[in-house]
């Protein structure tokens, strides 16, 4: 599928994986981890594997402290991306949980002071590396609590990709809103000192993809997601995206959604396994039609690089 001057369309998929929740989104009780061990390999991945797709996933302190996750995500067959996911209650300084379960995690980490929000991505990313011998790339702020303070930390410890960023979208906190009402749609480089702006020339060396989505007129914007968005109106949302960027040599197109969701109530979609079936067939039938179409499947990690590979200048088209 050609639009204007676009040459390539990147699709990535980010899903951030975490232990089962309850219908409320607190954590399950007792600690459950069926969406990691049970529902990556046996029910996700052979929809990947069979589209051609590339998945990312970014992984939360509880899963990477669980022996039965981190043994099923380092024998997962098929080809993927492993990255990060941060709720900051969790984790060292001031780590406000040792229990998890039955626990929600309201903060967001960019209320955190600067030194405080680095120490934690340090410790969360040096756990990534115990876990599978190598640091990672790609990141996602539990909540998309994200700030200015968290793309240099990045940036410090040696990250590619953040995909916080979900445009259109105010993210209330009582310590303070996480605003990306304005930020653009396409991958760019953030300005030194925001997380919303596009660098004029030199930026951040940390690529925000964020996560795609189409906005409306009065409701909040449509995302790239199974089960918010039927598999019609995903195909709407990507046909707006190639419209709006077609002076673009690439798009990328950026799907989110969690681990927990193809489990039946294991959070507050799927309820059932009727349901979870039709989640599963939502995915695989757009995947397919992406296949179709000619998209480029991709691990976020390898956005940046297909990006400088093509010499696009990573401009953002709000």
């Known amino acids: 599928m050609k639009v204007g001057k676009t040459e ?6 980010t ?13 399950s009780r007792p600690l459950r981890f069926d969406s990691v061990t049970v529902g990556l390999p046996e029910r996700l991945q052979p929809v990947f594997r069979e589209a051609g797709a590339v998945p990312t996933y970014l992984l939360t302190v509880e899963v990477m402290e669980d022996a039965s996750s981190v043994h099923a995500l380092r024998s997962l067959q098929g080809e993927h991306e492993l990255g990060t996911h941060l709720h900051s209650a969790f984790i060292e300084p001031e780590k406000k949980f040792f229990d998890y379960a039955g626990i929600d995690s309201p903060d967001f980490q960019c209320h955190c002071g600067p030194e405080v929000e680095y120490q ?45 960023v979900t445009p259109y979208i105010r993210w209330r906190h009582p310590d303070g809103d996480v605003d990306y009402r304005d ?9 030194p000192g925001t997380l919303t702006r596009v660098a004029d020339s030199v930026g951040t060396s940390v690529l925000e993809i964020p996560v795609t989505m189409r906005p409306r007129l009065i409701r909040g914007p449509r995302w790239l997601r199974p089960w918010f968005s039927s598999v019609e109106t995903m195909k709407d949302i990507v046909h ?22 193809i489990i039946a109530k294991a959070s507050p979609y799927p309820q059932t396994e009727g349901d979870v079936q039709r989640f599963l067939d939502d995915l695989a039938a757009f995947l397919d039609w992406c296949r179709s179409c000619g998209f480029v499947f991709a691990a976020s990690g390898k956005v940046k690089r297909a990006l400088a590979d093509a010499s696009d200048d990573v401009r953002a088209v709000t």
């Not at 390539?8 to 998929?13: A, G, H």
């Open 8 to 13: 390539k369309v990147l699709f990535t998929i």
């Open 15 to 27: 899903i951030d994986t975490e232990c089962d929740h309850d219908p409320n989104w607190a954590r």
């Open 120 to 164: 934690k991505l340090r410790n969360l990313s040096d756990l990534f590396e115990r876990c599978f011998g190598y640091r990672p790339r790609s990141f996602r702020a539990g909540r998309y609590g994200a700030g200015a303070n968290t793309i240099s930390s990045l940036e410090r410890l040696g990250y590619d990709i953040d995909t916080s």
């Open 183 to 191: 930020a653009p749609e396409q991958p760019y480089y953030p300005a």
């Open 240 to 261: 707006y995206q190639l419209r709006r960027h077609r002076d673009r040599q690439v798009v990328v197109l950026n799907m989110m959604f969690h681990s927990m969701e």
